[in-house]
């Protein structure tokens, strides 16, 4: 009598790696958003500081309002 011996192994667990990709992109985001952040916040010179006037003088006056207004005539 002879002993038939099956091996049949158990299917093995295999990582996924898109669990890898998932933790990458939050890593990922939460620099570039903290990045951001500091760079508004706390960087070394920023525009303008506060307290700052700024004056701009627009020029008065001028034409007639009969310049052209480059449509086109027939």
């Not at 700052?52 to 309002?65: D, I, Y």
Request: proline share 7%; hydrophobic share 40%; net charge negative.
């Amino acid at each position: 009598m002879a002993d038939t011996i099956v091996n049949t192994p158990q299917p093995q667990q295999q990582s996924d790696s898109s669990a890898g990709w998932a933790v990458a992109v939050i890593i990922l985001l939460v620099v570039i958003i903290g990045g951001g952040y500091y760079f508004l916040h706390h960087r070394v010179a920023p525009a303008a500081p506060a307290g700052t006037t700024v004056q701009v003088n627009l020029p008065t006056g001028g034409g007639s309002g009969t310049g052209s207004t480059g449509g086109t005539t027939q």
